[in-house]
C-alpha cells in the first residue's frame, strides 16, 4: 500500500518542501512562502497524506551539510516513475554529473543517444521534481551561459559557487 508523507523544513535559502511516497523522495522544493501557508497547500494537494519530519531526517541532515559548503553524497530513496521515460532517462544522467562541474543540454542529448535533443532536455529538466539531489543546476547551455532553473528564488550560479567551493 502506497502513502504519501511531508514536511517543510527552514533552511538558509528558504523554506525545503520535502515529498515522499512509500518512504523515496518524490519532490523537493524551496519557496520564501511561510510554514503554514505550505502545509496548508500540500495537505490540499495530498489529501491522503501525512506531515511527518520522520522520513525526512537523513534528507535534511545531508542538505544543511550540502548548504554549509560540506560535500555530501546524496544516497536517498528517490521516485520518478512518475515522469516520462525520456524524462527519467535525462535525470539519470543528470545524477551522475560531479560537484562543481557543468554539462551542456546538448551533451546530455548526445549521452542518450539524441544529437539535436538540447531543447528537449531543457524542457525535462523543467520538469525535474528532485533539484539539488538531482543536480539539474550542473546542467547549462553550450556557449557557457546558465539557462533556466526549476527552483524558483535560488541561482544555478549559487548552488554552483557552493560546489566549487566545497572541492577547494
Same mark, same amino acid.
Given at each position: 500500500?502506497?502513502y504519501?508523507?511531508f514536511?517543510?523544513?527552514?533552511?538558509s535559502i528558504? /523554506?525545503?518542501?520535502?515529498?515522499?511516497k512509500?518512504?523515496?523522495?518524490?519532490?523537493?522544493?524551496?519557496?520564501?512562502? /511561510?510554514e503554514?501557508g505550505i502545509i496548508?497547500l500540500?495537505n490540499t494537494?495530498?489529501?491522503?497524506?501525512?506531515q511527518?519530519?520522520?522520513?525526512?531526517?537523513?534528507?535534511?541532515?545531508?542538505?544543511?551539510?550540502y548548504?554549509?559548503?560540506?560535500?555530501v /553524497?546524496?544516497d536517498?530513496?528517490l521516485?520518478?516513475?512518475?515522469?516520462k521515460?525520456?524524462?527519467r532517462?535525462?535525470?539519470?544522467v543528470?545524477?551522475?554529473?560531479?560537484?562543481?562541474?557543468?554539462?551542456?543540454y546538448?551533451w546530455?542529448g548526445?549521452?542518450l543517444g539524441?544529437?539535436?535533443a538540447?531543447?528537449?532536455v531543457?524542457?525535462a529538466l523543467?520538469? /525535474?521534481?528532485?533539484?539539488i539531489?538531482?543536480?539539474?543546476?550542473?546542467v547549462?547551455?553550450e556557449?557557457?551561459s546558465?539557462?533556466?532553473?526549476?527552483?524558483?528564488?535560488v541561482?544555478?550560479?549559487?548552488l554552483l559557487?557552493?560546489e566549487?567551493?566545497m572541492k577547494?
Amino acid at each position: 500500500m502506497e502513502y504519501i508523507e511531508f514536511a517543510v523544513f527552514p533552511s538558509s535559502i528558504g /523554506n525545503i518542501i520535502l515529498v515522499a511516497k512509500s518512504g523515496k523522495l518524490i519532490k523537493l522544493d524551496v519557496t520564501k512562502e /511561510n510554514e503554514y501557508g505550505i502545509i496548508k497547500l500540500l495537505n490540499t494537494m495530498y489529501p491522503e497524506g501525512q506531515q511527518s519530519e520522520k522520513p525526512f531526517k537523513k534528507i535534511c541532515l545531508l542538505l544543511d551539510r550540502y548548504l554549509k559548503r560540506e560535500m555530501v /553524497n546524496f544516497d536517498v530513496d528517490l521516485d520518478i516513475s512518475g515522469e516520462k521515460l525520456f524524462t527519467r532517462r535525462v535525470l539519470q544522467v543528470v545524477k551522475r554529473i560531479p560537484y562543481g562541474e557543468t554539462r551542456s543540454y546538448g551533451w546530455i542529448g548526445k549521452r542518450l543517444g539524441y544529437k539535436s535533443a538540447a531543447r528537449a532536455v531543457g524542457q525535462a529538466l523543467k520538469r /525535474n521534481p528532485i533539484p539539488i539531489i538531482i543536480p539539474c543546476h550542473r546542467v547549462i547551455r553550450e556557449d557557457s551561459s546558465i539557462g533556466g532553473f526549476s527552483l524558483k528564488g535560488v541561482s544555478k550560479e549559487y548552488l554552483l559557487t557552493l560546489e566549487r567551493a566545497m572541492k577547494k
